[in-house]
């Protein structure tokens, strides 16, 4: 394309290419990461965030602080998708993977100013990959209950008082080993505003915020049978709606004799099949509640999928949509079944047999506490189900990210070309992580790097690191301050796809005008 003819598809456009690019991308990244480094690590302090509408929110979680913030820049929106996507995989680590790609641009501007290009630099971030996850293999120590435990607290370190983080520990690390599956999904959390954090707790089953249909049911204190029904108990339709041309009183009585009969039929059914209590994802007819009470059957209807197939790993059962069909093998198991009103509302507990589907109730006074205590939850939830999926440890406070450097600078030794360069700013860029975290304890930042660096040294140990409660560096797994090796290798990996994918970008367009509408549209 000839120049003349590139400026007039480029017309209507801003467009900054080039060194200029990059500086304006970084920019937009160093910015993001200002607005969370402050809130890394357990002295990392809170957010206030204030929406147009004058509503508020106080967090400590980086992936909060982002999401809720304005932003336009596009490499700042790229960046938060970045850190969504740490959260949606692992849900911690999501402010260190921002400062991380942060600090990797920052890093490869620098190498473009002294003259190398985006290309070697990225390639150069490449090459450091296969080093650190070997690094981080050989560092990592595999994890038992004790240990998984003091991951789950180191997770929640910083965010609220010390109550509350072992409260919290200890629920998501309960919740994770008892459904054994390493899926967060298979823990329901219940946000109920009464008591306190600390009367929060761990139900191995379900709580359904509803009643049974009728009253005289009997709800079940011991084991019993439970059948999950994908339907509902109502009238058969008549086949043919037409055909029904009833003329005199006596062929609708026989006709509701004939409903009722073909109800009572299927709840003997229920019987024959010894169910103790029914959960329909339809209507229940009312007609059917007070025979379902008669038979001894504890009954509840128009239950929501999710959570009908919660109750069905609770209980083992499987959904069936025929009564008339029982399977003994889709029956499912309970423990018990009781009703309680919390806050004036009834709800049902649901107590399986398989701990598979587990319930945590999470209360609190206020919704801005139990709003932030959930989401502290999920971090420390996603990080005991890693650790069943994974159960490898890696030393926190700064240890790994200085072992990794450490690692990083020899290995770049033997690189004889422009890439040598690159690879030390990426080790330097991991020294980001023990930097911020001395610095938001209000402790020199360098020292404390040097302290820890000569410390791995001398004890030949890459579990040395610094302890942000004590000010000591000391080693993290007495200090019981690890995390598991997947958090920390994705939100490594997370960074420097990131920041590559920033390095390649060397022309930025702008739309000035909306790029749905064609030019040809707005003429004249
Ligand atoms: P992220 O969103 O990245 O998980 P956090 O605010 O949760 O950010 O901080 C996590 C960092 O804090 C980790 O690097 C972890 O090792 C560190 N950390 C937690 N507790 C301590 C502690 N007592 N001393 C030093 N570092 C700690
Ligand atoms: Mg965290």
Request: charged share 25%.
């Amino acid at each position: 394309m000839v120049q003349e003819e590139q400026d007039r598809v480029l017309e209507g456009t801003e467009r900054i290419a080039g060194r200029a690019a990059l500086r304006n991308n970084v920019a937009g990244a160093v910015a993001l990461a200002n607005a969370v480094r402050s809130t890394l690590g357990p002295k990392g302090l809170d957010k206030l965030m204030v929406s147009g509408d004058g509503g508020y929110l106080v967090t400590n979680d980086g992936v909060t602080v982002l999401e809720s913030a304005r932003v336009e820049q596009p490499t700042a929106k790229m960046l938060i998708s970045t850190s969504r996507a740490q959260d949606d995989e692992v849900r911690d680590g999501t402010t260190s993977t921002v400062v991380l790609t942060a600090e990797l641009l920052v890093n490869a501007l620098e190498l473009v100013d002294r003259g190398v290009h985006p290309t070697i630099i990225a390639s150069g971030y490449r090459m450091c990959g296969p080093v650190v996850e070997q690094t981080l293999g050989e560092i990592a120590k595999p994890a038992d209950d004790g240990t998984s435990f003091d991951s789950v607290r180191t997770s929640l370190a910083g965010k609220g008082d010390a109550g509350l983080q072992d409260k919290l520990a200890e629920l998501a690390h309960n919740a994770a080993q008892a459904t054994g599956s390493g899926e967060v999904e298979h823990t329901r959390v219940l946000t109920e505003r009464s008591g306190s954090i600390k009367d929060s707790e761990l139900i191995p089953g379900i709580v359904l915020v509803k009643a049974r249909v009728h009253r005289e049911m009997e709800l079940k204190s011991e084991a019993g049978r439970i059948l999950i029904l994908d339907g509902g108990i109502e009238k058969r339709k008549p086949e043919i709606e037409t055909s029904l041309k009833i003329t005199n009183t006596g062929a609708i009585e026989a006709f509701r004799a004939r409903e009722r009969a073909g109800l009572q039929g299927r709840i003997d059914s229920l019987k024959a099949a010894n169910i103790d209590c029914i959960v329909a994802r339809d209507g229940i007819e009312e007609e059917a509640h007070p025979m379902l009470a008669a038979a001894g059957i504890l009954a509840y209807r128009r239950v929501e999928r999710p959570e009908i197939e919660h109750l069905c790993r609770a209980t083992g059962a499987r959904p069936v949509f025929d009564i008339d069909d029982i399977q003994d093998e889709d029956v499912g198991k309970f423990a018990s079944i009781r009703e309680e009103k919390w806050h004036g509302v009834e709800h049902t507990i649901f107590e399986g047999s398989q701990s598979q589907g587990v319930t945590v109730v999470l209360r609190g006074s206020t919704d801005m506490r139990l709003e932030e205590a959930g989401r502290a939850f999920n971090d420390a939830l996603g990080v005991a189900c890693q650790l069943i999926r994974e159960p490898q440890l890696l030393p926190g406070g700064g240890a790994t990210h200085i072992a990794l450097a450490r690692r990083l600078r020899r290995h770049a030794e033997t690189i004889p070309g422009r890439e040598q360069m690159a690879i030390e700013g990426f080790a330097a860029a991991l020294e980001s992580i023990p930097r911020i975290l001395a610095e938001n304890a209000g402790m020199n930042p360098i020292d404390e790097l040097l302290r820890v660096t000569a410390a791995q040294a001398d004890a030949d140990s890459a579990w040395q690191g610094l302890d942000i409660n004590t000010g000591q560096t000391t080693d993290m797994g007495k200090a019981s301050i690890v995390e598991p090796l997947s958090v920390t290798r994705h939100a490594i990996a997370g960074a420097t796809e990131a920041a590559i994918s920033v390095l390649r970008i060397d022309d930025v367009l702008w739309a000035k005008q909306d790029a749905q509408t064609p030019d040809w549209q707005t003429e004249d």
